[in-house]
């Protein structure tokens, strides 16, 4: 059973940057995308950034690129998100999601098969 667990998420001013970690188990993953999506209160869940666990190549949405970075460690199965200049507009409830078979390029939400519960990330402008 595939478990994703997120973590690092807070309240940051408008500027600052903080890191988000998802712990990934229950099989290998060297055939996976690993996906960053965000949802915000009332909005429909967005794709914010993927990366390929076996060849690191990455993608992202317009609204993060060159503000934001995905990465893995391969050794200790865990996806990270860097962010920084975080804006107001990207507070959200972040969450990790796990695609097997897919390629980095998978945006829509309803392609990914597993998910983490979650972790809120909170902008004061």
């Known amino acids: 059973q595939v478990q994703l667990v997120e973590s690092g998420g807070g309240l940051v001013q408008a500027g600052g940057s903080l890191r988000l970690s998802c712990a990934a188990s229950?099989?290998?993953?060297?055939?996976?995308?690993m996906g960053w999506f965000r949802q915000a209160p009332g909005k429909e869940r967005e794709f914010v950034a993927a990366?390929?666990?076996?060849?690191?190549?990455?993608y992202y949405a317009d609204s993060v690129s060159g503000r934001f970075t995905i990465s893995r460690d391969n050794a200790q199965n865990t996806l990270y998100l860097q962010m920084n200049s975080l804006k107001a507009e990207d507070t959200a409830a972040y969450y990790c999601?796990?695609?097997?078979?897919?390629?980095?390029?998978?945006?829509?939400?309803?392609?990914?098969?597993?998910w983490g519960q979650g972790t809120q990330v909170t902008v004061s402008s």
């Open positions: 990366v390929s666990w076996s060849y690191g190549s990455t």
């Open positions: 229950g099989r290998t993953f060297s055939n996976y995308v």
């Open positions: 999601a796990a695609k097997s078979g897919g390629n980095i390029y998978y945006i829509n939400a309803r392609l990914y098969d597993y």
